[in-house]
């Protein structure tokens, strides 16, 4: 094989590699369906509804959002605007454990009797403790309305709606709702450096190392390549 297409081989290995390290997924997200099963004033009811949970970096941690597509449980009477409060937890599993607490808005409009009741979407702050791979799962539904608690537990031991490559966060306080067993709640730091901004996909420690590093590698070795390129071509010119 010519000396240049040994350079062409190892220049190209050298770009590939930086590239494949930035196509590594950080996260794996999927809609999952809850059979959830509700206790309310008036007796049990069920509903299955599919779950969406969605995870955005903020600060030290990421604003986590948890989206109901189907309407679940339903009131025998109307529920005027403003009348339904809805909250949930998520639990967290793999590296890290306990649940996140989510909440969202009352309803902003009115509610006929005996239909579903739809939940907006509800949101809430994970600040990581430990590294690694944490996966997030719908937990219990609590809809609060016209002085009642009405309690919804999936029942089909529902799989992950998330999982996310996470770095323990460093410190950082705030008003934020995830709880541990055995611990108190703790919040989202305050913003610092290299946080990715609303919408884009989560970043993770070490992948952003191992790109950083990936990146200087190449670098060291397009330099030395174009070194010994220019040195060869310099030996191999005739003597005048």
Same mark, same amino acid.
């Given at each position: 094989m010519s000396y240049r297409k040994r350079t062409a081989l190892t220049l190209a290995a050298v770009v590939a590699g930086p590239v494949a390290l930035m196509a590594a997924p950080a996260a794996h997200a999927e809609v999952v369906d809850v059979d959830y099963q509700c206790q309310t004033p008036i007796g049990p009811k069920g509903a299955v509804s599919p779950i969406d949970i969605k995870a955005v970096r903020s600060g030290a941690g990421y604003r986590l959002t948890m989206s109901f597509q189907k309407g679940v449980s339903s009131s025998p009477v109307e529920l005027g605007k403003g009348a339904m409060n809805p909250s949930a937890l998520i639990r967290l599993g793999g590296a890290d454990g306990g649940t996140v607490r989510v909440s969202g808005p009352a309803n902003g409009e009115a509610i006929p009797a005996n239909t579903p009741i739809k939940i907006n979407d509800l949101s809430g702050s994970y600040t990581p403790r430990k590294?690694?791979?944490?996966?997030? &799962?719908?937990?219990?539904?609590?809809?609060?309305?016209?002085? &009642?608690? &009405?309690?919804?537990?999936?029942?089909?031991?529902?799989?992950?709606?998330?999982?996310?490559?996470? &770095?323990?966060?460093?410190?950082?306080?705030?008003?934020?709702?995830?709880?541990?067993?055995?611990?108190?709640?703790?919040?989202?730091?305050?913003?610092?450096?290299?946080?990715?901004?609303?919408?884009?996909?989560?970043?993770?420690?070490?992948?952003?190392?191992?790109?950083a590093l990936g990146t200087l590698g190449g670098t060291v070795l397009l330099t030395g390549a174009a070194g010994v390129l220019w040195l060869t071509r310099r030996g191999a010119r005739p003597a005048s």
């Open positions: 590294t690694g791979k944490v996966t997030f &799962t719908a937990g219990v539904l609590t809809i609060k309305a016209l002085g &009642t608690t &009405t309690t919804c537990t999936p029942k089909n031991n529902p799989k992950p709606s998330l999982e996310l490559d996470v &770095t323990a966060a460093g410190g950082g306080s705030g008003g934020g709702s995830q709880t541990a067993p055995g611990t108190g709640s703790s919040g989202t730091g305050s913003s610092g450096p290299g946080s990715s901004g609303p919408g884009e996909l989560p970043r993770t420690g070490p992948l952003d190392s191992a790109l």
